[in-house]
């Protein structure tokens, strides 16, 4: 069984930095595209971020490409999300989740992932 959990989250004024992290177990890494989303009260949800380990590619959004780095921890499990220069518009409620890689790239754009974890707020606020 699939299971993720999104942690890090917290306050942090403009400009600041946060790294959050999500614990990861049930699969195996390279298998599959594990993806950073974020929804915002209100607003649509959005895919900030995506990497497959097997093909050595990380996908970021406009909004986040240069101040925001996804990495993995292969041997520990782990999904990191490295914040830089936040921003008010990057509050949000962000999760992890993921989906096969036989399924497809297509699945993250569409947010049609296998699992989801819960979620932890950032709050980008002076």
């Known amino acids: 069984e699939v299971q993720l959990q999104a942690s890090g989250g917290g306050l942090v004024q403009p400009g600041g930095s946060l790294r959050l992290s999500c614990a990861a177990s049930?699969?195996?890494?390279?298998?599959?595209?594990i993806g950073w989303f974020r929804q915002a009260p209100g607003k649509e949800r959005e895919g900030v971020s995506c990497?497959?380990?097997?093909?050595?590619?990380?996908y970021y959004s406009d909004s986040v490409k240069g101040r925001f780095t996804m990495s993995t921890d292969n041997a520990k499990n782990m999904v990191y999300l490295q914040m830089k220069s936040l921003k008010p518009e990057d509050t949000a409620v962000y999760y992890c989740?993921?989906?096969?890689?036989?399924?497809?790239?297509?699945?993250?754009?569409?947010?049609?992932?296998?699992?989801w974890g819960k979620g932890t707020q950032v709050t980008v606020s002076s």
């Open positions: 989740a993921v989906v096969s890689l036989d399924r497809g790239w297509a699945s993250f754009i569409v947010h049609d992932m296998d699992s």
């Open positions: 990497i497959s380990t097997s093909a050595a590619y990380t």
């Open positions: 049930g699969f195996t890494f390279d298998d599959y595209i």
